[in-house]
């Protein structure tokens, strides 16, 4: 069974460039939860995918947009940069119709100059 | 406005003993509760859940107890070992089956250090 995998693992961009994170779910997961951690506190919902379509959002602003492919894999686009998004960007993800738990990936570190 | 609260940033014990990491809620929506673990360069790991019709469930070395009205949870690890020393999450969601029902609210994280 492959875990949750995100690439890359680390990333330095500067000040108002776009983003792109990727994440591959779980064997047999068929949805994927983006969450943002911040230092020294924990991880907070950004959104949810669902059979390709956004199922839940957050409190993030539209800069950050997501995509889910027929394969369960998603991406994470932020735009227009700010300094406050750096930080640890996980990837989760879980069956949809289970109460069950989401299982994370290690994240990509983000630097935004 | 923090909804799942973590007001212990750190612990320390000696291997052997009991670890008591607590958090506290105030979303009265909230019906199941989990804990991760985290180290360093890893994404959190799933350790244990609740649900809100339980007050007590137990795995191995790991005892969650949930005190709904006072809105309380906590982890109990008997014996504690080096190996159990990372940072510790609570976790709450939501009843229902939407995508922000199904969320995730974190707490803040408590760092707990087994010394040996």
């Known amino acids: 069974e492959t875990g949750v995998t995100q690439s890359p693992t680390h990333l330095i961009k500067t000040r108002g460039q776009q983003v792109t994170l990727r994440c591959s779910s779980q064997?047999?997961?068929?949805?994927v939860s983006w969450y943002q951690q911040a230092l020294g506190q924990g991880p907070q919902f950004i959104f949810q995918?669902?059979?390709?379509?956004?199922?839940g959002r957050g409190n993030f602003p539209p800069r950050f947009s997501g995509l889910q492919f027929p394969n369960y894999s998603s991406e994470l686009n932020v735009n227009a940069l700010e300094l406050d998004d750096s930080a640890l960007y996980l990837c989760?993800?879980?069956?949809?119709?289970?109460?069950?738990?989401?299982?994370f990936g290690p994240g990509t570190r983000l630097t935004v100059l | 406005d923090q909804q799942v609260k973590q007001n212990s940033p750190s612990l320390s014990v000696q291997e052997g003993r009991i670890s008591i990491l607590n958090c506290d809620y105030t979303?009265?929506?909230?019906?199941?509760f989990l804990w991760y673990k985290k180290y360093p360069a890893e994404g959190p790991t799933f350790l244990i859940s609740?649900?809100?019709?339980?007050d007590k469930n137990e795995d191995g070395r790991f005892t969650v107890f949930l005190n709904k009205s006072a809105k309380h949870l906590s982890l109990h690890i008997v014996p504690s070992q080096p190996g159990d020393s990372a940072v510790y999450f609570c976790?709450?969601?939501?009843?229902?089956?939407?995508?922000?029902?199904?969320?995730?609210?974190f707490g803040s994280g408590t760092q707990l250090t087994v010394l040996p």
């Open positions: 989760a993800s879980s069956l949809y119709a289970g109460i069950g738990e989401q299982f």
């Open positions: 064997s047999g997961h068929n949805t």
């Open positions: 995918y669902y059979r390709e379509e956004e199922n």
């Open positions: 979303n009265s929506m909230f019906d199941y």
């Open positions: 609740i649900s809100s019709i339980k």
């Open positions: 976790a709450a969601r939501r009843g229902g089956t939407s995508g922000s029902a199904r969320q995730l609210t």
